[in-house]
């Protein structure tokens, strides 16, 4: 099979489990705000306030409460990281160096600083944030409601999840209780405490829009998590930190919206979070079960697309692999491009999402079992997942 024809045909619509994930323009990451140190200047497009939202007690003031509650333990963290640039090459011409000599150093070092935000979990000090927060950073400052400021050390971060857990020296803090996400449904009143725009400690509100977004879905194939959409603003600033009920529970870490869109934020799912944090917390980092495939719904455009380029795909419904990576688990077994996965551990899966859950819910080491079809055959394959290979971001 044709590999690169295969992907350019169905570019846009595959995601990665473990390959090189295709990338899309329509996320942006809340990334620290790196515009905001005189917010005064940044030019601010005001969106259509929410409607008022109300306690079911009916109670109007309940935002209020939420946030004299759970505010003090907000934080604001401010990363900042060296970056080594490389200066123009014109001074190796032989003749600029005979007027300006040899140049000592072509590495240039400059600092990129931002800002983001983060809750803390426990009372000494243990906080919780987005991984895009503090990706890479060299210095890390944690500044508290009250005004206090303290060293912050990353304990561990996971891309994959965008999830990270720092700590600063401290005890007796304030903190947040966590609530449950997996019973959270679309209406619900929502609150977001953060930094948007350098603009510290911003209260917005507004419901809960969906639940179990994929990420494929936002535009975010190389993440591992449904997200929580919500019409409460978020900004770039409001990274990492807490979107919360009505009772003051955190329900979601704030992380990205779509780009060019109003009221259309999205979170990680605390329960997510926190399973996240606490291996962050034990580990230092977490490993996620890889299989090494590049995957598509296989849906009837996909089909017809298919069968333009006269491949034997006679399966109807499942997920098609358009691509296997060398030397991973899945190429191990002997999977192939063309594949169409119709079921895992005999649970039949029909899109790309539920093959994600699988995955990310089995254990390092221990084979899945496959059905796929191959050219009209019906076959077992059995796949060890190993972990995922991480690259650091930026």
Known sequence: MKTNLL???LSGVAVSLGGCAIPTNTLETQSPNTQAQNPTNT???????PPAIFQSSGDPNFVVKVVQKVGPAVVRIDAARTI????PDEF????????????PSRSRPRVERGSGSGFMISGNGQILTNSHVVNGADIVTVRLKDGRTFDGRVLGEDPITDVAVIKIDANNLPTIALGNSETLQPGEPVIAIGNPLGLDNTVTSGIIS????SSSAIGASDKRVDYIQTDAAINPGNSGGPLLNARGEVIGMNTAILQGAQGLGFAIPINTAQRIGKELIAN???????????????????????????LNVTSDRGVLLIDVVPSSPAAAAGLREGDVIQSINNQSVANIEEVQKLVENSKIGIPLQ??????GQTAQVAVKPAPLPIQKEG
Do not use: C, W
């Open 92 to 103: 190796s011409d032989p003749f600029l160096r005979r007027f300006f000599g040899d140049s």
């Open 84 to 87: 080594i640039s490389r200066s």
């Open 210 to 213: 969906a639940t179990g977004r």
């Open 7 to 9: 992907l350019m045909l």
């Open 370 to 375: 496959l059905q796929i079809q191959r050219n």
């Open 284 to 310: 230092g980092k977490v490993d996620h079960p890889y299989l090494g495939i590049q995957m598509v719904t296989l849906t009837p455009e996909v089909k017809e697309r298919i069968d333009r380029l006269g």
């Open 43 to 49: 030019p601010i497009v005001a969106a259509p306030a």
